[in-house]
């Protein structure tokens, strides 16, 4: 399979793990936005130590479904990553900020993401080739 730019693509396996791997960070940030919308309760009292009011969470629920879906639009796939990866990079600064420094979960999204989108973006893989 070859692309107008004569760039190989991916095997079919390597397509489809690279679609389930692009899947299961987008299905946390789409979970984490819900949160967002809904608002549970204690939530409140969860964003106070991270300088966050409930105010702004219907804006970042909106970003963040927003880079999401970006991603997952196979043309825009490669600025989605780029925006996952800047929203992430926020979070992680702000769970630093404060102490906080279990951010395993956040650096594990952003690998995920970017190694979804390797796999299954010929583009991606002639940028950034894996030489052994």
Do not use: C
Not at 98 to 121: C, K, N, P, Q, S
Request: hydrophobic fraction near 55%; charged fraction near 15%.
């Amino acid at each position: 399979m070859e692309n107008e730019l004569n760039i190989a693509g991916p095997s079919k396996k390597a397509y489809w793990i690279g679609w389930v791997l692009s899947i299961l960070p987008s299905l946390m940030l789409l979970f984490s936005a819900a949160g967002k919308f809904l608002k549970p309760e204690g939530m409140e009292e969860a964003l106070k130590p991270l300088g966050w009011r409930m105010d702004q969470m219907t804006g970042l629920g909106i970003l963040e479904a927003a880079v999401v879906i970006i991603y997952l639009i196979p043309r825009t796939s490669v600025l989605g990553a780029i925006l996952i990866t800047g929203y992430m990079g926020g979070a992680i600064a702000t769970h630093v900020r404060i102490g906080d420094y279990f951010i395993v979960a956040h650096i594990l999204i952003g690998v995920l993401v970017w190694l979804g989108l390797w796999l299954r973006e010929p583009r991606l893989r002639a940028l950034a080739p894996l030489r052994s």
